[in-house]
Nanobody
């Protein structure tokens, strides 16, 4: 089974940037990947998704235009570039893999999750 490990979290000032990485333990090049986040006291929510070949991407309205998802199948890694960060982006960020090739924003549609990485945006 694929295992996922996120990295790149930390403390950043509002308006700053951060790049998160999610490394998979095995090949995931056929699968749809997603980034989610969970803020304190809130439910986990979809942030971004990317098709197996990177041609199709999807973003939540709250991050569209500021975040960019990408992947490098040769490195078994998916990235989330976060720009113009806001305090409301503070959350634990999770990557997840879906054993299907088509997109979904539903948490239940993802089969394997990473442990998460904390991103804190100070005002």
């Amino acid at each position: 089974q694929v295992q996922l490990v996120e990295s790149g979290g930390g403390l950043v000032q509002a308006g700053g940037s951060r790049r998160l990485s999610c490394a998979a333990s095995a090949g995931f090049s056929s699968f749809y990947m997603g980034w989610f986040r969970q803020a304190p006291g809130k439910e986990r929510e979809f942030v971004a998704g990317i098709s197996w070949n990177g041609y199709t991407v999807d973003y939540s309205d709250s991050v569209k235009g500021r975040f960019t998802i990408s992947r490098d199948n040769a490195k078994n890694t998916v990235y989330l570039q976060m720009n113009s960060l806001k305090p409301e982006d503070t959350a634990i960020y999770y990557c997840a893999v879906r054993s299907r090739s088509w997109a979904t924003r539903s948490l239940s549609g993802y089969d394997v999750w990473g442990q998460g990485t904390q991103v804190t945006v100070s005002s």
